[in-house]
């Protein structure tokens, strides 16, 4: 067995060296064709320590420095304490890679003692192990290492580190945001952005001045992969949402681990498409398994339950926006402001519309197929265009905690928050508006009254 974990960590280790390589100018790949299995085995287990040492060098090393700030990625979001596993599994990765066997050696199995059901950091332990064995005596097990090599479970593995050391060489850049939080009120505290090319999850702290990375964090995603479409398509969906609940984990199976946060799938715009299913949730994984693959879920997305924990203490039900993406475009808050600027618009004259108590004006601002609260009715089936005006009563309204939440898939989306307090009075109505793009016009589609 050890024989067959030296081959897999040979190829462990070269995973991340090999995708690194080939980031270089030119593409040319530095890391050496993997092992065939087709050679001797005594071969293999022989040039097992060496070869792990230089994986390690070529491909722990070089992760250690694609992690660490070079001049392109020197102002970019370092990776948060938060995450104590994956950061102590990077520092094992890092010290091998400088040639200090030993301490990683000493660091792994800490990390396995603390956490025995990561299995990865599992694998890594092993393959520490082995290039401590002198290459005479390590075995020769062709068949056991051929099969390790087919196993699917060693390729999720595989996939697994690889996704980690990507998400963790390629930072985002520093003062930027998920391109989808064009403006987040502070009654937002935090805000959650899922991306699944990455296997990651962001978590990002809301304040006076803006929105700041603190923590991200592996997930898994489903197991058919992303843009759920059907009920049962084993698919994670592509949008922006809400946190709606936070469930006990007591009241769960063990298969959900330290709990689960469901979300809005299908919101009104999935619903306008025709989308089905439900039941999304970030949850945690059973006590027996630390992480699952990267593709392992039936839609929802997973996270360690050391993770989802911190999670529980952040998010706030109903405030929490969370954004799953195919692959997370950041920019810059100043870049963000200035695209939510043809929205700004476009809510500012709805607002004078309504004010003005002109219906026919304001109908503008509404496709005719407009719903409110779920409300089968179209928009010529209740008066809400005279609900409006009468409700406004032609006083002045302050808007506040403005929220937008932008979404491109072939259609342009906006979900607006916001708060309404109209001259004279101390509160108001809480809007949730669900707003489509259609040439230079933003129209209503879907709006619900969160109190």
Same mark, same amino acid.
């Given at each position: ?58 491909? $722990? ?6 992690? $660490? ?15 104590? @596993? ?34 990865? @950091? ?73 991306? @699944? ?255």
């Amino acid at each position: 067995m050890l024989a067959a974990l030296v081959a897999a960590s040979v190829l462990l280790l070269a995973a991340p060296g090999s995708a690194t390589a080939s980031t270089k100018p030119g593409g040319t790949s530095t890391t050496k064709p993997k092992a065939d299995g087709s050679r001797p085995a005594h071969q293999a287990a022989k040039e097992a320590k060496p070869r792990a040492k230089k994986a390690a060098a070529a491909g $722990t090393a070089n992760a250690a420095r694609g992690s $660490t700030p070079r001049k392109a990625a020197a102002s970019s979001a370092a990776l948060q304490e938060a995450n104590g @596993a994956e950061a102590r599994l990077i520092a094992v990765y890092e010290l091998f890679g400088r040639g200090q066997a030993r301490p990683a050696l000493a660091k792994a199995r800490d990390l396995v003692r603390d956490y025995p059901n990561f299995q990865l @950091a599992q694998l890594v332990y092993a393959d520490l192990l082995a290039t401590q064995v002198p290459p005479a005596h390590a075995f020769s097990d062709a068949s056991g290492i051929a099969r390790l090599r087919s196993d699917p479970a060693m390729a999720e593995l595989r996939e697994e580190s690889q996704r980690r050391l990507q998400a963790l060489r390629d930072r985002p850049p520093a003062g930027t945001v998920p391109s989808q939080f064009l403006a987040l009120s502070t009654r937002s505290r935090y805000a959650i952005a899922v991306d @699944a090319s990455r296997s990651r999850l962001y978590l990002l702290e809301n304040s006076d001045k803006g929105l700041q990375l603190v923590a991200d964090y592996y997930v898994s995603v489903g197991k058919s992969g992303i843009g759920k479409v059907a009920e049962g398509d084993a698919r994670t969906p592509l949008g922006v949402y809400y946190i709606t609940s936070s469930l006990d984990p007591k009241s769960l199976r063990d298969f959900y681990g330290a709990g689960a946060l469901p979300i809005n799938y299908p919101n009104p715009y999935d619903v306008r498409r025709g989308k089905t299913g439900g039941g999304i949730w970030l949850h945690g994984t059973p006590p027996q398994q630390f992480a699952r693959a990267p593709l392992a879920s039936d839609g929802c997305v997973v996270m360690a339950n050391p993770d989802l924990k911190q999670l529980l203490r952040k998010v706030q039900i109903g405030a929490t926006p969370v954004v799953t993406a195919r692959s997370l475009q950041w920019i810059s808050q100043p870049q963000a402001q200035k695209e939510a600027q043809s929205f700004t618009s476009a809510i500012a004259a709805w607002k004078d519309a309504r004010a003005n108590g002109n219906e026919a004006q304001l109908k503008k601002f509404y496709l005719p197929e407009f719903q409110r609260n779920n409300n089968k009715k179209s928009l010529e089936g209740f008066s809400v265009l005279h609900d409006e005006v009468e409700y406004a009563q032609g006083k002045r309204v302050q808007f506040k905690d403005m929220s937008y939440l932008h979404w491109r898939d072939g259609d342009e989306t906006m979900v607006a928050t916001f708060g309404e307090v109209f001259e004279g009075e101390k509160s108001g109505r809480t809007r949730r508006q669900y707003w489509l793009r259609q040439g230079s016009e933003w129209k209503l589609f879907h709006e619900e009254i969160l109190g």
